[in-house]
């Protein structure tokens, strides 16, 4: 029999504007003592010295991360052209230098095979598995990791700023598996000088805006308080991206049980996934057919 968790049953979203130096699971530790959580988990890993959105799902709104691990994602970064390094960031040694540095003309125009369905190879520093281990795990040993091109959906990718000959400031738009450090090190390739990521923050994720977030010192300063759980965002948030069908009483019964339910929709089309709400609450996501919602995902919200 497993040990009971302890901790509060409290669901929803706190939306973390993450500092440099900190690790994504030291952010939902924390977050989960703060708030005496039961159950806590992030959508989508920041490096420890990148900054900005960081999402923080509590209690039923665990379920909903995979929405937002899907949803697109916006990030600023600096990449510091004429050096490459083994981690493709500044925590790394440097393996390669140039002293040519191309114009914001040659730059922007590099920028374009970067955008659109593209093949990334990952960092040999990052979280991917090779035969069930972790690259970094890997590279950190010595291996020579050979991992394999993986497809990314980038929507946008454009020049924002040249600080000076050396650093360019780039924004990017893309979908679910994206590797800012990549894209440093490609477009350094691309460009035949060389680069790596100097700084990178996440300004948005999904419905998730930085400037909404609150910071850590924040959270240690409210902790244990009534004051921490004013910022905590509904589950429902994280649905953001489904259509919204409304169920009927009945039918919320029915998927509460994990049943299919009655549901009320308009511009949801048959197959279609979507999500059903009752008197303002999430009560499952699911496929709807006929006039009914077949749920993949009940749940449990308390009622009136």
Not at 57 to 66: D, F, M, N, R
Not at 256 to 277: F, Q
Not at 281 to 297: C, D, M
Request: net charge negative.
């Amino acid at each position: 029999m497993g040990r009971k968790r302890k901790g509060r049953d409290i669901s929803g979203w706190l939306v973390v504007d993450k500092p440099a130096g900190m690790t994504s699971t030291a952010v939902v530790n924390k977050v989960r003592w703060a708030l005496d959580a039961k159950k806590a988990g992030h959508a989508g890993t920041l490096d420890p010295e990148a900054t900005g959105v960081l999402a923080i799902a509590l209690g039923e709104a665990t379920k909903t991360v995979p929405f937002i691990t899907d949803a697109l994602k916006a990030y600023s970064f600096t990449v510091r052209l004429g050096q490459a390094t083994n981690t493709d960031d500044a925590e790394g040694e440097i393996i390669a230098t140039s002293d040519l540095r191309p114009s914001d003309d040659e730059i922007k125009d590099a920028l374009g095979q970067f955008v659109g369905d593209i093949m990334q190879v990952p960092p040999k520093f990052s979280a991917v598995k090779v035969d069930g281990q972790r690259a970094y795990k890997l590279a950190r040993d010595g291996e020579d990791v050979e991992l394999t091109a993986r497809p990314l959906w980038v929507e946008e990718l454009v020049l924002t700023d040249r600080e000076d000959d050396d650093h360019v400031t780039l924004e990017m738009t893309c979908g679910k598996g994206g590797y800012v450090r990549s894209i440093a090190r490609d477009l350094g390739a691309a460009l035949g000088c060389h680069g790596h990521v100097r700084e990178l923050r996440r300004i948005w994720s999904g419905p998730f805006d930085a400037q909404d977030g609150i910071t850590v010192e924040q959270i240690d300063a409210l902790a244990k308080s009534p004051d921490l759980d004013a910022f905590l965002r509904p589950l429902e948030e994280g649905l953001a991206d489904l259509p919204e069908v409304k169920a009927t009483a009945a039918g919320a019964t029915r998927l509460r049980n994990g049943n299919p339910g009655m549901v009320i929709a308009s511009d949801v089309d048959y197959g279609e996934e979507c999500w059903a709400s009752f008197e303002g609450q999430a009560v499952a996501v699911g496929i709807y057919k006929a006039g009914e919602l077949h749920p993949s995902r009940v749940f449990v919200q308390p009622t009136e």
